[in-house]
């Protein structure tokens, strides 16, 4: 895949974030108008939270048909869904209380079942994988399920969903991986990923970062060199997709 992605840069966090919840929301109400139902995947860290919150907010609030919206997430912690590390609370705590229909497609990976039952992440990954294979969705030519949008945060690492720096991901085939906690980040949890071709496989791959912190590695994960096993987030530098960064994130990008 090539290409280069459409890179906006936006004043700050909240403009970054409304920026993108704006493309979000129109992807989702045309995949709704096109073909009766959206599909994306969230994402976890701190980035979706003020795109939860600008989604229940006006100018945006009354613009997606929630009951149409299938909500999937790129990777979750393996942590019950109430506790903090959890990438499904923002959703359930800023998004849900503003739009109370987006709970009823929503698809959260089962970590909570999995730990009363005793069981771990592959058994976590083989029930989301016959979740999203139920869904019956399209299929890219790399055999990958096309979904509408797939939002990513990129990691201090370079790494969007949970695909680390030097991960096996990169080559497996199955749509939903187990990955060992990572020693390298915290936090050392295991998790649950989507198969990074899901990524590049979507109608809409997006990636949204903000602040200095995310300055030096966003410099090279678009800079001259192409390593997508040392920067993953290069996974989404590619035509038809849109990062949306602020200044701070970007300050360090070669004009
Ligand atoms: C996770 C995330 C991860 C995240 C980035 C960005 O579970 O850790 O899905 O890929 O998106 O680390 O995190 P921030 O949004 O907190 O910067």
Do not use: Y
């Given at each position: 895949m090539s290409g280069e992605p459409a890179v906006q840069v936006l004043a700050d966090p909240v403009a970054t974030a409304r920026a993108a919840a704006e493309a979000i929301a129109s992807a989702l109400r045309a995949a709704v108008e096109q073909r009766g139902r959206a599909d994306w995947a969230t994402t976890g860290g701190s980035t979706p939270i003020g795109i939860y919150r600008a989604l229940t907010e006006a100018p945006l609030r009354d613009d997606v048909p929630w009951e149409a919206v299938h909500t999937w997430w790129g990777d979750d912690r393996?942590?019950?869904?109430?506790?903090?590390?959890?990438?499904?609370l923002p959703f359930d705590e800023v998004l849900v209380p503003g739009q109370r229909s987006a709970l009823e497609q929503a698809h959260p990976m089962r970590m909570g079942a999995a730990i009363a039952r005793g069981a771990g992440t592959d058994w976590v990954a083989a029930e989301y994988e016959a979740e999203l294979r139920a869904a019956d969705l399209p299929t890219a030519g790399s055999g990958f399920p096309i979904l509408d949008v797939v939002l990513v945060g990129m990691g201090?690492?370079?790494?969007?969903?949970?695909?680390?720096?030097?991960?096996?991901l990169l080559a497996a085939a199955a749509w939903v991986v187990p990955v060992p906690a990572?020693?390298?980040?915290?936090?050392h949890v295991p998790r649950v990923s989507l198969n990074p071709g899901i990524l590049a496989a979507a109608r809409l791959p997006m990636v949204v970062a903000h602040g200095g912190s995310k300055a030096a590695i966003l410099a090279s994960v678009l800079g001259p060199e192409r390593d997508i096993r040392r920067w993953?987030?290069?996974?989404?530098?590619?035509?038809g997709a849109s990062w949306f960064l602020d200044r701070a994130a970007a300050a360090d990008i070669e004009a």
């Open positions: 393996f942590v019950p869904r109430d506790d903090p590390l959890s990438n499904v201090g690492d370079g790494h969007v969903l949970s695909v680390f720096p030097g991960s096996e990572p020693a390298h980040i915290e936090p993953p987030a290069q996974l989404a530098r590619i035509g």
